[in-house]
């Protein structure tokens, strides 16, 4: 049974076809465009694939309300194009099989749970600290979406006394994605952030940020496991500065034994938001 993919992110899309065991057959990478542009290739790419459903984790906000008769509409993106997209109506009218549609991130929970490396749990958050900060939540092989779909990146935390960055998102300014995202730190340091592996105080003030964040999400979702993935995350000199500061702000009150093996990189090289795309179309959500 070939089952088609997309990983429908702001600046690429990712389009494959494979199992439901987790196998890729076939895949392919392009830069997001406009939509008719975008969609088009989606459309060119699996006309050569005979696929029998369709499972897409989509960038957002995305409304994923079934009731709503926007349902599978992109929303308020500052990607001006994209804006009250219908995406999962375009996808209907181009490809002929049943389509699940959730977020990007939430399906690269769903792929990492199911073959990477929070197999061994029943539940897991997924955070990308990437263009942007955003984070899915899997429990018992399923996706959570509640009203619609949560936005843990755009939480609030604790500017710290010597951050003078007003922070860059659009509708909070210093909200976790606004100060911790890869443009933040570009915007706030004048550089891109892969250019600024060698100040170690960038590396500080962005573990504590994302330490502040975990430590919330624990305290509500009481994950099995917490992987962090996303650009931003290439410098893995955060892994254990984040882990020392989930420690310490834990403070005793939650478990944080073993947690080299509870806050983790993902296992999928990349591949997590694609596979967990496809095994969106064999569960169901919460
Ligand atoms: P997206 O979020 O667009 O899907 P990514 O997860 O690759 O894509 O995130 C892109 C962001 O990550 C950019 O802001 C980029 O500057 C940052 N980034 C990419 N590689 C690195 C790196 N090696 N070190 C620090 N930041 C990086
Ligand atoms: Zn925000």
């Known amino acids: 049974m070939l089952i088609g993919g997309i990983e429908a992110g702001g600046t690429k ?34 006309s050569h694939h005979d696929i029998t459903a369709l ?17 599978g509409f992109i929303l308020n993106t500052p990607k001006t194009q994209w804006k009250h997209y219908n995406l999962l109506g375009q996808l209907q009218n181009d490809h002929a099989v049943p389509i699940t549609l959730d977020t990007d991130v939430n399906a690269a929970a769903l792929g990492e749970h199911k073959y990477g490396n929070a197999k061994d749990v029943k539940s897991v958050l997924y955070i990308t600290v990437g263009t942007g900060i955003g984070a899915g939540f899997v429990q ?11 936005e843990m990146g755009h939480i609030f935390v604790q500017k710290r006394e010597n951050d003078s960055f007003a922070g860059n998102c659009p509708y909070h300014g210093a ?16 550089k891109k952030a892969d250019l600024l592996t060698d100040n170690p105080e960038v590396w500080e003030l962005e573990a504590d940020y994302l330490a502040q964040a975990i430590i919330n999400y624990m305290l509500i979702l009481s994950p099995e496991k917490i992987i962090l993935g996303g650009g931003v995350m290439k410098q893995t000199q955060l892994y254990p500065l984040v882990r020392k500061k989930v420690i310490q702000l834990a403070n005793g009150y939650v478990d944080t034994k073993n947690i080299e093996n509870f806050i983790v990189a993902p296992q999928l090289n990349d591949e997590q938001g694609i596979k967990g795309a496809i095994a969106l179309t064999i569960g169901s959500n919460i």
């Not at 065991?21 to 392919?28: A, L």
């Not at 989509?58 to 994923?64: A, I, M, N, R, T």
């Open 13 to 46: 899309f990712v389009c494959a076809v494979g199992d439901e065991v987790g196998n890729i057959i076939s895949k392919t990478t392009f830069p997001t465009s406009d939509p008719e542009t975008t969609l088009a290739k989606v459309k060119h790419f699996f």
């Open 55 to 71: 499972g897409v984790g989509s960038f957002g906000p995305v409304d994923l309300t079934k009731e709503s008769p926007t349902y």
């Open 140 to 150: 018992d092989g399923k996706t959570y979406i509640g009203k619609s779909h949560p």
């Open 175 to 190: 909200c976790l994605e606004g100060i911790a995202s890869g443009p933040a730190l570009e915007k706030r340091y004048g």
